[in-house]
């Protein structure tokens, strides 16, 4: 299986994970330490600390929702004595203006024209 049919793994998660946590808990130790002191220097570190919170948290939600879109490598053909044109999937050994197989049409050379990357269409794609 190569790296493009893999799904990557989501490595960022516990770091996100991490983060949100230290920053809960010390968002509450601080509002905490502003009700026993009456000091408004820790009620603003508690309301930035909590706006960072927010927006770790609506990032982490977002990377949880991200869906890893299947894709392949397509390789295109085009045949220079008649022009047939055919796209297949990549084969090891592909290079661009390289010979490949035989033309369907004349029998002659087929050369690579283009390597591309394709993301699977909905009727293809597997849940």
């Not at 502003?34 to 820790?42: I, K, M, Q, V």
């Not at 909590?50 to 299947?70: E, H, N, Q």
Request: charged letters at 20%; proline letters at 4%.
């Amino acid at each position: 299986m190569s790296s493009l049919e893999r799904p990557q793994p989501r490595r960022w998660v516990p770091t996100y994970a991490v983060l949100l946590l230290s920053l809960v808990a010390i968002s509450a130790a601080l509002v905490i330490l502003y009700l026993r002191t009456g000091s408004e220097t820790y009620l603003s570190g508690a309301l930035l600390l909590a706006i960072v919170a927010v927006y770790t948290g609506w990032s982490f939600a977002r990377l949880l929702t991200v869906k890893v879109v299947p894709r392949s490598l397509s390789t295109y053909l085009r045949c220079p004595s008649c022009g047939y044109e055919s796209m297949r999937e990549y084969r090891e050994g592909d290079r661009l203006f390289g010979e490949a197989e035989q033309c369907l049409k004349c029998g002659g050379r087929m050369v690579v024209e283009g390597i591309f990357l394709r993301s699977a269409s909905k009727s293809q794609r597997t849940v």
